[in-house]
C-alpha cells in the first residue's frame, strides 16, 4: 500500500529518487557515443526487456490475481507508450524541443492526480510545474528550432503516458508482500514486451554489436534502467506524485551539464539562468505544502483539546478529593459512635406500630 513520507525522512527519499532523472541525463551521451545510430526503438528495447528479465530471475516473483493487468498496464505506460512516443518526439523535433514538450509533464501529473488520487492542486505545484517547464526551455531550446507536428504530439503523448503511470503506481502502489525489484521487474519485462514488435515491425532485424555498443547497452540496462526505476518507483510510494515529477527536470539538466564537460558544448548566461530556474523550482516542489484540515481532522482535533481539558480538571480536583478522603477516614468513628443512638428511635417506633 502506497504511503507518503514523513518530513524527517523526506530529504533522503527525494534523494535517492533524483538519482534517477539525473542517471537519465546521461542517456543522451551514452546513445550517441556508444550506440548504433538510428535505432531508436531497438535502444527501448535493450534498455527495458534486458533489465526486466534480470529483476524478475533476481526475485522469483510473478503477479497474480489482478496484478497481471494492472502490471502491463503500468508497464505499457512508463516504459512500452512511454519509450517510443519519447524517441519519436526526439527524432522529430531537433534544438531540444522535445524535452521542453517533455517538461510539461508535472502539469499533466497535477490534474491526474486531481482526477484520480483526490490532490486539490495547489498554487505552488502549478507555480513550480511552469517554472521548471520555463527553466528547461532556456537550457535546451535553441534559437530557430522548427516545429513538427508530429513531433510536438508524440512529445505531448509521451509526457502523458509517463504522467499517467506515475499516478497509477502511486495510486496502486504494489501487491503484499512484493517487493521494489520485483514489482519494477514486472513493468520492465511488461514495457519490453510491448516493444519487442514495433521494434522488429519499424526498424527490422537488430544491428550488428561491437564491444563498444554492448558497454552502453548494458549500462543502459542495468544501470540507467533497472537500479534507476526501482529507485524511481520507490520515490513514487514514498513521496507524493507532483514531488516526483517535478524531478523531471533534473534530467535535462544533466544532459545539458555532460554535454558541456564531455563534448564541448557550450553553456551561455541563459543556460545557466535556466539550470537555476529549473533547480529552484525542483527544490521548491519538494516542500511540504500547508494545507487546510479536513472536516474529520478537525473534529479530532476538537475531541484531543476537550480531552487534554478534561485532564487537567481531574489533576487540578484530585487534591480536593484526597482532603474529603481523609476527612471520612477520621470522621469514621464518630459516626460509627452515634449510629446506635440513631437507630434506638427507630426500634421503639417500630415496637409501637400497630400489629
Not at 285 to 290: D, E, F, V, Y
Amino acid at each position: 500500500m502506497s504511503h507518503t513520507a514523513h518530513t524527517p525522512h523526506k530529504a533522503a527519499f527525494v534523494a535517492l529518487t533524483a538519482l534517477a532523472p539525473i542517471s537519465w541525463g546521461s542517456t543522451y551521451y551514452v546513445t550517441t557515443e556508444f550506440l548504433p545510430p538510428d535505432r531508436p526503438l531497438f535502444t527501448g528495447l535493450m534498455r527495458a526487456l534486458p533489465a526486466g528479465l534480470l529483476l524478475l530471475a533476481l526475485t522469483r516473483k510473478l503477479p497474480t490475481g489482478a496484478w497481471w493487468g494492472k502490471a502491463a498496464v503500468l508497464g505499457a505506460l512508463n516504459i512500452g507508450a512511454f519509450f517510443p512516443l519519447l524517441f519519436l518526439a526526439a527524432y522529430r523535433l531537433p534544438g531540444g524541443v522535445a524535452a521542453v514538450v517533455g517538461s510539461v509533464g508535472p502539469l499533466f501529473v497535477v490534474g491526474l492526480a486531481a482526477l484520480l488520487l483526490g490532490d486539490r492542486p495547489t498554487v505552488r505545484a502549478l507555480v513550480t510545474a511552469v517554472a521548471a517547464a520555463f527553466g528547461v526551455s532556456l537550457v535546451v531550446l535553441k534559437a530557430g528550432a522548427a516545429l513538427d507536428l508530429v513531433g510536438v504530439v508524440a512529445g505531448l503523448l509521451s509526457a502523458l503516458s509517463m504522467s499517467a503511470g506515475v499516478v497509477l503506481t502511486k495510486r496502486w502502489g504494489r501487491p503484499e508482500g512484493v517487493g521494489a525489484l520485483a514489482a519494477t521487474g514486472w513493468q520492465l519485462t511488461a514495457g519490453g514486451l510491448v516493444i519487442l514488435p514495433i521494434a522488429f515491425l519499424v526498424e527490422g532485424a537488430p544491428p550488428a554489436l561491437n564491444g563498444t555498443n554492448l558497454a552502453g547497452y548494458a549500462y543502459l540496462a542495468f544501470g540507467n534502467t533497472a537500479i534507476s526505476y526501482v529507485l524511481w518507483f520507490r520515490g513514487i510510494e514514498r513521496l507524493s506524485a507532483s514531488s516526483v515529477t517535478i524531478l523531471g527536470p533534473l534530467s535535462p539538466v544533466t544532459a545539458a551539464i555532460i554535454g558541456w564537460a564531455a563534448l564541448g558544448q557550450a553553456l551561455g548566461p541563459v543556460q545557466l539562468l535556466g539550470m537555476v530556474i529549473a533547480l529552484g523550482a525542483t527544490v521548491a516542489g519538494q516542500l511540504n505544502p500547508r494545507r487546510p484540515k479536513t472536516p474529520a481532522e478537525e473534529e479530532t482535533g476538537a475531541e484531543a483539546v476537550q480531552a487534554q481539558g478534561g485532564a487537567v480538571r481531574a489533576e487540578a480536583e484530585a487534591p480536593r478529593a484526597q482532603t474529603e478522603a481523609l476527612r471520612a477516614q477520621a470522621e469514621g468513628p464518630r459516626l460509627r459512635e452515634e449510629a446506635p443512638r440513631a437507630e434506638a428511635p427507630v426500634e421503639k417506633e417500630a415496637s409501637e406500630a400497630p400489629r
